[in-house]
Every structure is written in structure tokens, then in C-alpha cells.
């Protein structure tokens, strides 16, 4: 997450709470909706997962900037502490992994998160060492959850992620995608191996996954976890100096990223939704979002036609 992205979240936020930007967020907490943060199914097996959850790419890539790792350790706590549990991250997001399983050993909360990480698609050999380096790094025996990363071949076989769910290293398994181009090879590797999860990119302003991949995740039994959910900034850009709508609270919205995350939550397919959360208020306002009502079908086509108003 940029600086220009969190100052847009700023002054969003503000704009929704009728605020001053200095004001910020404690108002706008107390409008949220009450309740447990929702809960939903993971297909295989059952195990419920709360909604909401937190995307680690960029924003904890940190090594030994300890003012920062300090608030980054705040906004799991207030993830946890507020009924979140998921976490994700990838050997790619540079000092990621090393600095979450820094602050999950520094904590003790480790047993309280549903921790999920990547490996790239390599070389037996590689994609071995590189998850015997994931385990290392974010201190733990284990994972929960292990995806097989952008799977760009159509033949590709996650075998080997099998093998390590037999063997006790993971929990669930599953693959991921960040690039349209990829969508036809990802289809074809759903259709054939119907992993535990899939993880994609989807967002108010990128549609695209729903209209093939996250059905077809759902109809072979896949749970499926969206990231990038406010389009890398471009939504709180969008919805900058703009007045939240009266019939946001229609569905329990209280902020604009409540009505982003609620938009992609409408979706029954998705199991939850992974932003980038760099400060505990913000991870109180996504929480919020996983509270209360979600938009029915003609509500989410109604944010669509306002998004698409902005031009």
C-alpha cells in the first residue's frame, strides 16, 4: 500500500463520517454494525472461517523497520482481538512471511490465526526448499492452508501440495491467480484438480473473475479468497470527496471500504476477503464489514451502477 493509497483512505473514511480528515475513525467505529464478524464455510470438511481476513503483499515487507512492524503487530492483534483469523501471505511479498512469523511468535497468537502462504511453481526440488524456507521464516511446523501461486500451465498437478497435506505441513491446499491471461490455464486446473481453495484478484473494479473462475471455484467444491479488494487504491481514488450513499445502510455499510468489501461479501461464492491493512483502525473498519447485512443481488448491481457513474 503506497502513501498515496492510505492518505486516500484517510480522507475517504472522513468523507463518510462526515468528519474532518483529523478526525477520523472512532465516530465512524461507532456507527458500525454489531454483532460476530460473519462466518462461512469452507467446502471441504466444513471448518468455519470468518469473512474478513488480512493481505500481507507490500505492506509487510518491513525488515527491521520497527516503528512500523510495531503497528503491523497492532493490526493483528485488532484483527484477532475483533474476530478475524485468516492471514495471507507468499515468499514473493519480500521480508512478508519473516516479519509475520516474527510477530506471530513475539505474541503467542499463532494458534489463533489460519495462517496460508504460497510456493511458486518450480523444479520438485525448488518448490521443496522454498516451502522448508516459508516454514523457517514464519516460525511454525505447519500451515494451514499452502496455494500452488499464479498457475499459468493448464496441465499443471498439485501433487506435490497433496503429499504435504498427507504428511501433516498443511491443512488445505489450493492455487491462485493474479493475470487474465492465465484464466483459461486456471480454469482447466480447477476443472481437473478441485483444490481446497482458490485465491483471486476481485474488486468493484475488476469484475472479471466472476463471470467463469469464482463460479467454477464454487461449483468443485473450493473455497475462494479474494485479494486486492479496493483495486491496489483505485476505488478509495474513485470515492474520494464523495458522500457515502443514504442506501449504503440499507446493508449495514458505514464506510466506503465497508461498501467495497460488502459488494465482493454479496457474492455467496466467496469465502473472504483479504485487504492490505497497514493500520489497526483500518483493520477495524474491514472487520466491520464482515458485520450485520450483506447487499442482496439488486443492491450489488446498484453499487455497480454507481461505481460505474464516477466515470
Not at 478526525?23 to 454489531?34: C, F, K, N, S
Not at 512500523?68 to 514473493?92: F, Y
Not at 464506510?255 to 483500518?282: C, E, F, H, M, R
Amino acid at each position: 500500500m503506497t502513501e498515496s493509497t492510505v492518505f486516500t483512505r484517510r480522507h475517504t473514511l472522513a468523507m463518510a463520517a462526515g468528519l474532518s480528515t483529523a478526525a477520523m475513525l472512532p465516530p465512524l467505529a461507532a456507527r458500525a454494525a454489531t454483532g460476530s464478524v460473519l462466518s462461512r464455510a469452507i467446502p471441504k470438511g466444513g471448518e468455519m472461517l470468518p469473512v474478513v481476513g488480512l493481505g500481507t503483499a507490500i505492506i509487510f515487507d518491513i525488515a527491521g523497520e520497527q516503528e512500523k512492524i510495531a503497528e503491523r503487530r497492532d493490526v493483528i492483534r485488532t484483527m484477532v482481538d475483533g474476530g478475524g483469523k485468516l492471514i495471507d501471505t507468499a515468499p514473493s511479498y519480500g521480508a512478508a512471511e519473516e516479519v509475520l512469523g516474527g510477530i506471530l511468535s513475539a505474541t503467542g497468537l499463532r494458534d489463533r490465526v489460519f495462517l496460508a502462504t504460497k510456493v511458486r511453481v518450480a523444479s520438485r526440488d525448488d518448490t521443496i526448499a522454498e516451502m522448508k524456507e516459508s516454514l523457517a521464516k514464519l516460525k511454525t511446523p505447519k500451515l494451514d492452508l499452502m496455494q500452488l501461486h499464479n498457475v499459468r500451465d493448464p496441465n499443471q498437478d498439485i501433487g506435490l501440495l497433496r503429499e504435504w497435506m498427507a504428511q501433516g505441513v498443511c491443512r488445505y491446499i489450493g492455487i491462485t491467480s493474479s493475470f487474465r491471461r492465465d484464466y483459461d490455464a486456471v480454469e482447466a486446473v480447477l476443472r481437473r484438480e478441485k483444490p481446497d481453495f482458490f485465491q483471486i484478484n476481485y474488486s468493484l473494479a475488476d469484475r472479471e473473475a466472476e463471470k467463469r473462475l469464482i463460479p467454477l471455484a464454487a461449483d468443485v467444491g473450493a473455497a475462494v479468497l479474494t485479494n486486492l479488494p479496493f483495486g491496489r487504491g483505485r476505488l478509495f481514488r474513485a470515492t474520494r470527496g464523495k458522500k457515502l450513499p443514504d442506501w449504503a445502510a440499507e446493508f449495514d455499510a458505514g464506510s466506503w471500504a465497508q461498501l467495497l468489501l460488502k459488494y465482493l461479501l454479496g457474492n455467496p461464492a466467496v469465502t473472504a476477503v483479504i485487504p492490505g491493512t497497514d493500520k489497526p483502525q483500518y483493520m477495524v473498519d474491514n472487520l466491520n464489514a464482515g458485520r450485520g447485512r450483506m447487499p442482496d443481488a439488486a443492491q450489488r448491481k446498484r453499487i455497480v451502477e454507481l461505481y460505474e457513474s464516477f466515470g
